[in-house]
């Protein structure tokens, strides 16, 4: 990724306290995306655990352990959506589907409404269902792997962790394969641009429904055993679907779907690269990868999810005003240490190994049981098909940060 200045400073609001502005630039840190993770532990070792940054607009960040654990189970404080469920609805009712404002479901709207909407996705993301797709994940995973086993080096991201995630996930979403290119094109547009405007935001959020409208329209005509069919044959508070309730709902699983885990499986690797003891542990005893992936979910947790403060409130004891934007910083809370013992450190043998790289409370990730899964399966692969792989010293990694954190590109070479 190019260079990028970091955001204009605004003025402090008056009811910001000094000692709580620490700066930093959640998109374009420029220590960030040259560091990743090591800028993260930074900022859990020296800012304050709930801190106020100029950049982007100026914002909150929830940075320690225990306040993210705590301000993301409070949504009548932090609301998932900047602006209220109802208002949105009650526009929305004057309005022509088509002219509809689009409402990413169920990740940005707050309990009960979350409740209606999460409830048909919760079968299809059970763990039952998820492991029930193991076998498929494998298969693509070791004809991936297969692909660049006799080339001795890889640039990982895009041949490996870009493709992995986003088959399944178009796979279980019923969208066409062929489109695979233009849809992880315009969800790396969409998470990375940094104009919040609400028109700027359903502009980008119509062109995501623009691109799935006939296979939308195609499902609810002739469904098939897909999540597509499954949310046209769901009914919310006793009425049927509508293309509106379809739209929103695919607007946030296609942006969540196609680009969270790949950043996992990217950061995953690349510490595996750096740490060939590990690999060769691995190895030797496979049943100790889900083990390992756990505890490199929780030293490279990777997630920044955005609240809106709801009512002007005390949270923590820091005065906080309705409408402000809040980071909950999950990535600092898995390094804070006042809750890990030497958090930068890779433990495999860690006691407490509880981390929230999927959140908690009402929003915890939906797809957390599937993300597991993947990453699980994808360094099985890799250990059994790959000799010992390391960071191709020629080419450094870099890192984007955002809403989700992870590699531009990860080169690696090993012995063919």
């Given at each position: 990724?190019?260079?990028?200045?970091?955001?204009?400073?605004?003025?402090?609001?008056?009811?910001?306290?000094?000692?709580?502005?620490?700066?930093?630039?959640?998109?374009?840190?420029?220590?960030?995306?040259?560091?990743?993770?090591?800028?993260?532990?930074?900022i859990a070792r020296e800012a304050p655990p709930i801190f106020w940054t100029p950049r982007q607009g100026g914002h909150w960040v929830v940075a320690s352990h225990h306040a993210v654990y705590n301000a993301q189970r409070s949504p009548e404080i932090f609301s998932n959506g900047p602006v209220p469920y109802e208002m949105i609805a009650a526009h929305n009712a004057t309005l022509p589907d088509d002219k509809k404002s689009l409402i990413p479901l169920p990740i940005t709207v707050d309990p009960p409404h979350h409740d209606t909407y999460r409830k048909?996705?919760?079968?299809?993301?059970?763990?039952?269902?998820?492991?029930?797709?193991?076998?498929?994940?494998?298969?693509?995973?070791a004809e991936l792997v297969g692909k660049i086993k006799d080339k001795g080096q890889c640039e990982?991201?895009?041949?490996?962790?870009?493709?992995?995630?986003t088959t399944i996930f178009l796979d279980i979403f019923g969208l066409p394969q062929d489109k695979q290119r233009e849809y992880r094109d315009l969800v790396s547009q969409h998470l990375h641009e940094t104009d919040m405007n609400p028109?700027?935001?359903?502009?980008?959020?119509?062109?995501?429904?623009?691109?799935?409208?006939?296979?939308?329209?195609a499902r609810r005509d002739e469904p098939q055993g897909d999540v597509l069919s499954m949310l046209w044959q769901s009914e919310f508070e006793g009425r049927p679907a509508t293309l509106h309730d379809i739209e929103n709902y695919a607007v946030m699983l296609f942006v969540a779907g196609l680009d969270t885990v790949m950043n996992g499986m990217g950061?995953?690797?690349?510490?595996?690269?750096?740490?060939?003891?590990?690999?060769?542990?691995?190895?030797?005893?496979?049943?100790?990868?889900?083990?390992?992936?756990?505890?490199?979910?929780?030293?490279?947790?990777?997630?920044?999810?955005?609240?809106?403060?709801?009512?002007?409130?005390?949270?923590?004891?820091?005065?906080?005003?309705?409408?402000?934007?809040?980071l909950m910083?999950?990535?600092?809370?898995?390094?804070?240490?006042?809750?890990?013992?030497?958090?930068e450190?890779?433990?495999?043998?860690?006691?407490?190994?509880?981390?929230?790289?999927?959140?908690?409370?009402?929003?915890r990730c939906l797809g957390s049981h599937l993300a597991r899964i993947e990453l699980q399966v994808l360094y099985e692969e890799m250990l059994k098909a790959l000799p010992e792989f390391r960071l191709d010293p020629e080419k450094p990694v870099t890192?984007?940060?955002?809403?989700?954190?992870?590699?531009?590109?990860?080169?690696?070479?090993?012995?063919?």
């Open positions: 990724m190019a260079t990028h200045p970091v955001s204009p400073a605004v003025p402090k609001p008056d009811h910001v306290p000094d000692a709580l502005v620490y700066d930093f630039d959640f998109h374009y840190d420029p220590v960030l995306m040259r560091e990743g993770h090591g800028r993260i532990a930074e048909p996705l919760n079968k299809t993301f059970s763990p039952k269902n998820m492991l029930a797709l193991k076998d498929r994940i494998r298969a693509l995973a990982f991201m895009a041949e490996v962790a870009e493709p992995l995630p028109a700027a935001v359903q502009k980008r959020l119509r062109e995501v429904a623009d691109v799935m409208r006939e296979t939308i329209l950061l995953g690797v690349r510490h595996l690269a750096s740490d060939p003891e590990l690999q060769a542990k691995l190895r030797a005893d496979m049943s100790l990868v889900p083990e390992a992936a756990d505890e490199i979910l929780r030293r490279y947790t990777f997630t920044v999810p955005p609240r809106f403060v709801h009512q002007d409130a005390e949270f923590e004891g820091v005065a906080m005003k309705r409408g402000e934007m809040v910083f999950l990535p600092s809370a898995d390094l804070d240490p006042k809750e890990f013992k030497s958090p450190d890779y433990n495999l043998a860690r006691e407490n190994k509880a981390h929230i790289a999927f959140g908690t409370g009402p929003h890192f984007h940060g955002g809403n989700v954190i992870g590699p531009d590109q990860l080169h690696l070479v090993w012995e063919a």
